[in-house]
Structures are given as C-alpha cells and as structure tokens.
C-alpha cells in the first residue's frame, strides 16, 4: 500500500502526518517551537527551529511506515512570511511572520507607485501589512546589509522544500499572499516586483500544487531518514491545502476554520475579485481555480489569549461549559476580536479588542461566551460580503481547534443561519497537502476525486430556530466594527461627542486614544 506524508510549517508546530491510499490517517504529530515579539505588533521566528520540528516530526513517522513505502510528500505552511537566504542558501535573518504588523509605511508606498485600483487588478487584494512585500521592502530600508547579500525569497514552507531537496520552488497558492504575484495569470507580476525592487531572479519557481517541485535529496535523505528521490508535490499555503483536506474544492461549499487565526473560505471556478479588496482572491489549489478568502487574525487566538489570561486555569471545556450558561447575545456584553490588529473586511494594523458593554450584572460566563460570540460575528462580517458578491454556500465545513466545541458550531449554525458539517479529516493543512501528495504522485486523477475518495461527514449542526441571530450581528456592527475603516484623521477623546435628533441619541465612544488603536468611533444608538 502507497503511503503518503503532509507537512504544515505552522506558527507555533510543523505537524506532519501520515496517511494511506484510502485517506486514513496512520499516524500524526506536531513538534512545537515558539516565535518571537521583539518589539509590540512585530513577530519573527527562526526557520531552523521548522527544520529541526520537521526531522523529529519524520523521524517518528518513519517508526510507522518503511520509507520505501511513502510514495510522496505534500508541502503547506503558514503564509506570507519572509525567508531570506544568501547566495549560499543560509538564512540571513529570522522569519518576518504572517502576523507582523510593523510594515503599514510600506504598504502605502508600495501601493502610491503602482496605484491602488492596478494593485488590486494584478493581484486581487490590497497590500496589506502581513504581506511579503511590503517586508521585503522593510528589509531594504532598515537592514540594507541583510537586503545586499539577499540572493532568494522562500515562503515559510519552501525553506522545508529547500532543505528537503534543495530547490527553490512554491506554489501559486502560496504566492498569492506576497502581493508580488499577478494572481489571475499565475505568473509573477512584473510591477510588483518592480515597486518592490526585486529581481525576478531571486523569486522562487511557480507551479500548481499538484505538481512535482522535485525529490528528496541525498543531503536531505540523511537529515531525515527518508528515502532519496521520493518526490515532493508542491502544496499549497495553508489555507488552501486546508481547504483541500475539507474538501472546498467546488462551487457552493465554504469553509470556515476556527484556529490562531479565522477564515472563511470559498472556492471559486473564475478570477473575479472583490472590487473593494474586502476579501482576499487568490489562487486555489485545485490547478486553474481560484478561491475567495476572509480572514480574522485573532480567531481561536482570542480565545486562547482569555483562556491563557482570564481563565483563572480553566479548561476550555470547562470554559465552553461555562458560556453556555450565558444566554445567547451574552446580555448586551460585546468582545472585539481585533488582538493582532484586523485583516477582513477591516484592513487596520492598529485596530485592537476590547470589551463593550460591561455591567454590573455581567460575570464570567457572560465575558466567556462574549469572546465566542465577537469571533463569530466578526466572521459573518465575511461571509455577508461572499453572500454580496453572489455566492451562496449551501453549507458551511468547520474545522480547526475551535470547531472541537459543540457551542461554538452552534453559534456558527445560529448567527451564520446556515447548516454546519465537519468531515472526518480533522489534520486541517496537512492532511491536504498529503491528499494532493496523492494526486501529484498520481495515485488520483484531480484533487475533486481525492476529495470523494477520502473524506465523509461526521458530523452537522443546524440553526436553532428559536434564536434570533441576526439582531445581535446588526447591533455589533452597529457598535463595534463600521467604522472601522477608514480610521479617523483626528485623535478625539475618550467620551468626545453627544448628538441627538428626534428618534434617537448617539453616544460616540472613540477609542484610538492610545488604547485600543484605530477602533474608529464605536458607536452605541439609545432608542
């Protein structure tokens, strides 16, 4: 039987995990690390703690599975980060992550040369802070002597593939998030590389993520065990293998992934981005389709953090247990999710969290299921503007850490007023990358055939028609996120307007103040 390995390089493991022709999972794990915050909004981690995750993570496969036996290895990882290697292919400095914030003056000049509508039509999002680009531009300007002795741009997972095989490749999913890339082409953008000052020598080879980027290399066979010249599929970022292992691989089914970070996510047959760059469009990892793509940045990451912070050393499931005491609307207490700043439909490095709403009658249970119930309107933000845009899900996967609690797929089905299933492939990114291992070795013909084989429903929760889910979006809108973006051009005070007309008084909460960054005007309406 032909056997099959995926990796997904994350931000805080590289999971690998180890499946069969049938799409069962033999055998899983994820060797962790940490990344660092040197300074507030910036993260970095060190690209040989992936490496050294990775051999561990492969050296406990190999005690499941003959290495003659594994027939190919599929590649994922978190996105957008920056990996530079010299001219002898060392790393020059630690990884500038997904979730770094420290590039809002890039995006903006990068976004003045190339003008903001050009921008969105080569590469169907705007520039935006978590980028590639605009770090590779950051590099330039704050450490010329890293940038002089740059000789190749990696993707978090293609410094794996490097060490692997020792070739510079990635997939055209992948290279959607660098802003770098002309996403309905797939083919790297000559003005972007351009606004940036990048050669295009120093990119990395593009493929579909169901093509072979190479082989196991004698260097890498002995690093890890494997066998040399087993072949290595290109993969996909992330989110689209993640997809992938969902099976959003067709028109009408979207997913939703409830980890460090949030994403909603539907296939698309057709390149037609958001006209306003709300949502992400980039390319899927089914060859010749796109997908549409809203993401949270604090997702499970908020629940995490009042676990980790405000949980007085609960469990989650006790934590869960507890907000489900809560009624529904958590009694007018509000969470805004924005830790790590906000991506859709928010693009604001500064915008932060906050509890709204706090009375006295309001205690754990209430603050427990009001961090549920923020992440979950913030992302019917996205789904309202897929819904905009014409798609209409006919049901939505869940998955991810998050989607483990019974609640919170309730809450989904309920504000979402959909039909939530999870599936039985619960390995998120890297059972996809090792199902398109499966088609790339040619053990499938496409990934939609991949995905019939392998994955089942195991599970579906559905709208509880006694609660009224849309009057608690509209109102958190209303209070916490409209204005958003664009923020304000001035700094006001804490309590800084009152206005009234003959229906209703606004009070006008601003809270930028060098307290919850550029969270524009909240707005609470008395009737």
Not at 11 to 27: C, D, R, W
Request: charged fraction near 20%.
């Amino acid at each position: 039987m032909a056997f099959f390995i995926g990796l997904d390089v994350g931000t805080s493991s590289t999971k690998a995990v180890l499946i069969n022709q049938k799409g069962e999972v033999v055998y899983t794990t994820a060797p962790a690390y940490n990344f660092s915050k040197p300074k507030p909004s910036w993260a970095e981690s060190d690209p040989a703690d992936w490496w050294q995750a990775t051999r561990t993570a492969i050296a406990e496969i190999l005690q499941h599975v003959e290495a003659k036996d594994i027939a190919g290895i599929g590649m994922s990882g978190q996105m957008h980060g920056l990996v530079l290697l010299d001219e002898k292919g060392s790393v020059l400095r630690p990884c500038i992550m997904w979730n770094d914030q420290r590039t809002a003056a890039q995006c903006a000049e990068i976004t003045a040369k190339v003008g903001a509508a050009k921008v969105l039509e080569i590469t169907g999002n705007p520039v935006l802070t978590g980028f590639t680009a605009p770090k590779i531009v950051w590099v330039q300007q704050n450490e010329p002597d890293v940038w002089a002795r740059a000789r190749h741009i990696l993707l978090p997972k293609d410094y794996i593939r490097y060490c692997l095989s020792g070739d510079f490749a990635t997939d055209v999913s992948d290279a959607s998030g660098m802003s770098l890339l002309n996403v309905g082409e797939r083919k790297w953008s000559p003005e972007m590389l351009q606004a940036c000052g990048v050669g295009i020598g120093m990119m990395p080879r593009l493929l579909e993520s169901t093509e072979v980027s190479g082989q196991v290399s004698a260097a890498g066979a002995s690093a890890t065990g494997l066998l040399e010249g087993t072949p290595i599929i290109a993969g996909g970022g992330d989110q689209a293998a993640g997809a992938v292992g969902c099976g959003i691989v067709r028109s009408g089914v979207v997913s939703c992934t409830l980890g460090t970070s949030g994403v909603l996510f539907a296939h698309a047959d057709s390149y037609n981005p958001d006209p306003q760059g709300r949502l992400h469009t980039f390319c899927a990892a089914v060859p010749g389709k796109w997908h549409f793509m809203g993401v949270q940045l604090s997702c499970a990451g908020s629940y995490q953090w009042y676990h980790d912070e405000m949980g007085g050393g609960a469990s989650f499931p006790e934590l869960n247990e507890l907000a489900a005491k809560a009624p529904a609307g958590s009694e007018g207490l509000f969470f805004l999710p924005y830790l790590s700043g906000e991506r859709t439909p928010h693009p604001d490095p500064d915008a932060r969290g906050v509890f709204f709403g706090i009375s006295l009658r309001h205690g754990k249970a209430h603050m427990t299921r009001a961090v549920m119930e923020g992440v979950t309107y913030g992302l019917r933000d996205a789904l309202e503007i897929m819904r905009e845009l014409g798609l209409s899900p006919r049901q939505i996967v869940a998955s991810g850490g998050g989607a483990k609690s019974l609640l919170w797929k309730q809450m989904l089905a309920d504000c979402f007023e959909s039909t939530i299933v999870t599936v039985n492939a619960t390995e998120g990114a890297a059972f996809g990358a090792a199902l398109l291992a499966a088609v790339g070795s040619g053990h499938f013909d496409s990934v939609e055939s991949a995905c019939d084989a392998m994955l089942l429903e195991t599970g579906r929760s559905s709208r509880d028609p006694t609660v009224l889910p849309t009057m608690p979006f509209i109102l958190f809108i209303e209070t916490c996120t409209q204005h958003l973006n664009p923020p304000s051009p001035k700094r006001r005070g804490w309590w800084n307007n009152y206005d009234t007309d003959k229906t209703t008084a606004t009070v006008v909460a601003d809270c930028v103040c060098g307290l919850f960054g550029n969270l524009d005007l909240i707005r609470y309406r008395v009737h």
